[in-house]
């Protein structure tokens, strides 16, 4: 069984997916809780997850490691005007990214999940923690956005 399917990867994006697709315009445009992201930002914030996450499995997965930055969330999803970009578009682009992003993990090979990975100046994580924990994060942000419309 590859990480793919124990993750249950393609199930996990399109049962996502399908929840995502039931909210409004004007509920996306809606903050989770007082002072926070809107759910289009908490969105934007799972793209820039992905998008970050991408390079790392690649990397790691083609050269045995990876060390690079962190992350700076906010700052991510105030340059990219999350909040401003209608919430039917930030659904597809989350779910193209995600679909591409299974890709990736569906081809690494099983002897690169342990591959040490350093993100910023954290201790070092194996790269198939960094996929379940990518999961993780973006599970419990799925549920925010979902549990409060």
Same mark, same amino acid.
């Given at each position: 069984?590859?990480?793919?399917?124990?993750?249950?990867? %393609?199930?996990? &994006?399109?049962?996502?997916?399908?929840?995502?697709?039931?909210? *409004?315009?004007?509920? %996306? %445009?809606?903050?989770?809780? !007082?002072?926070?992201?809107? #759910? /289009?930002? &908490?969105?934007?914030?799972?793209?820039?997850?992905?998008?970050?996450?991408?390079? #790392?499995?690649?990397?790691?997965?083609?050269?045995?490691?990876?060390?690079?930055?962190? @992350?700076?969330?906010?700052?991510?999803?105030?340059?990219?005007? @999350?909040?401003?970009?209608?919430?039917?578009?930030?659904?597809?682009?989350?779910?193209?990214?995600?679909?591409?992003? %299974?890709?990736?993990? /569906? #081809?690494?090979?099983?002897?690169?999940?342990? *591959?040490?990975?350093?993100?910023?100046?954290?201790?070092?994580?194996?790269?198939?923690?960094? &996929? $379940?924990?990518y999961l !993780?994060?973006? $599970?419990?942000?799925?549920?925010? &956005?979902?549990?409060?419309s």
């Open positions: 069984m590859t990480i793919y399917e124990q993750v249950r990867w %393609g199930d996990e &994006i399109e049962s996502a997916y399908r929840a995502l697709q039931t909210i *409004s315009e004007q509920q %996306g %445009g809606r903050t989770f809780r !007082e002072g926070g992201w809107t #759910r /289009k930002e &908490i969105l934007g914030h799972l793209i820039d997850s992905a998008l970050n996450n991408h390079q #790392r499995f690649v990397r790691a997965a083609l050269d045995g490691s990876y060390e690079g930055p962190t @992350y700076a969330q906010n700052g991510w999803v105030n340059m990219h005007g @999350y909040g401003a970009m209608p919430w039917a578009q930030l659904v597809e682009h989350w779910e193209l990214q995600n679909r591409l992003l %299974g890709e990736v993990v /569906k #081809r690494i090979p099983e002897n690169r999940l342990e *591959s040490p990975c350093r993100v910023g100046t954290n201790h070092a994580v194996t790269l198939r923690f960094l &996929i $379940e924990d !993780e994060h973006l $599970e419990h942000h799925l549920r925010q &956005i979902v549990s409060a």
